[in-house]
């Protein structure tokens, strides 16, 4: 069945730039959307589309692809910003659904 | 405002089934393709399965782990998705969620609305 590869944890210091990486073989057809889940609440979106950002979603969360990878970026992190982040995405055949295991982003 | 309030969930002994709803509101359910998202205790997302707006066919997709024992369905009169779980079993003790979005490309998409949750615990 198809996976999508996350880091399981990622550290930086308030105001650093934090990257979360995501891959996965299908990838390079199928775009990637970005949720923000912290403890007790429903996932939040962050990003769709690979790179496009809901509104009411600040600035200082990006999104980029290159091939089999894409990562969102959060510039200028800030403690509110610590939580889980997952990445999801179709399969080549675009029928089934999967989600990365998430990445746990802690602000030092 | 959009709005999606699960219910339904509880505790079920192994090999035992339960019924999930979730009351949609603030948009055109008719329209829209409902998912349903678990996540296990300290775990991470697990897309469970999908329903197709009538329009679009109305056709259902499932995870592996559930396809045969988990069946989808929807009310559109009523505004209510319905997941139906037979067999359960213990690793299937989770927060359900359920969701809707946007439909990209001919895929489910993304998903830019979440009710609140439901546990289902599934024990002896």
């Known amino acids: 069945s198809y996976e999508l590869t996350q880091p399981p944890s990622v550290s930086v210091s308030p105001g650093q730039t934090a990257r979360i990486t995501c891959s996965g073989d299908?990838?390079?057809?199928?775009?990637a959307y970005w949720y923000q889940q912290k403890p007790g609440q429903a996932p939040v979106l962050v990003i769709y589309?690979?790179?496009e950002r809901p509104s009411g979603i600040p600035e200082r969360f990006s999104g980029s692809s290159s091939g089999t990878t894409v990562t969102l970026t959060i510039s200028g992190v800030q403690a509110e910003d610590e939580a889980d982040y997952y990445c999801q995405s179709a399969d080549s055949s675009g029928t089934y659904e999967v989600f990365g295991g998430g990445t746990k982003l802690t602000v030092l | 405002e959009v709005q999606l309030v699960e219910s339904g969930g509880g505790l079920v002994k192994p090999g035992g089934s339960l019924r999930l709803s979730c009351a949609a509101s603030?948009?055109?359910?008719?329209?829209?393709?409902m998912s349903w998202v678990r996540q296990a205790p300290g775990k991470g997302l697990e897309w469970v399965g999908r329903?197709?707006?009538?329009?679009?066919?109305?056709?259902?997709d499932y995870a592996a782990p559930v396809k045969g024992r988990f069946t989808i369905s929807r009310d559109d009169s009523k505004n209510t998705l319905y997941l139906q779980m037979n067999s359960l079993k213990t690793e299937d003790t989770a927060v359900y969620y359920c969701?809707?979005?946007?439909?990209?490309?001919?895929?489910?998409?993304?998903?830019?609305?979440w009710g609140q949750g439901t546990l289902v615990t599934v024990s002896s």
């Open positions: 329903i197709k707006s009538k329009t679009d066919g109305g056709t259902t």
């Open positions: 969701t809707t979005g946007i439909a990209v490309a001919g895929t489910t998409g993304y998903f830019d609305y």
């Open positions: 299908a990838l390079p057809k199928q775009y």
């Open positions: 589309k690979d790179s």
């Open positions: 603030g948009f055109t359910f008719s329209n829209a393709w």
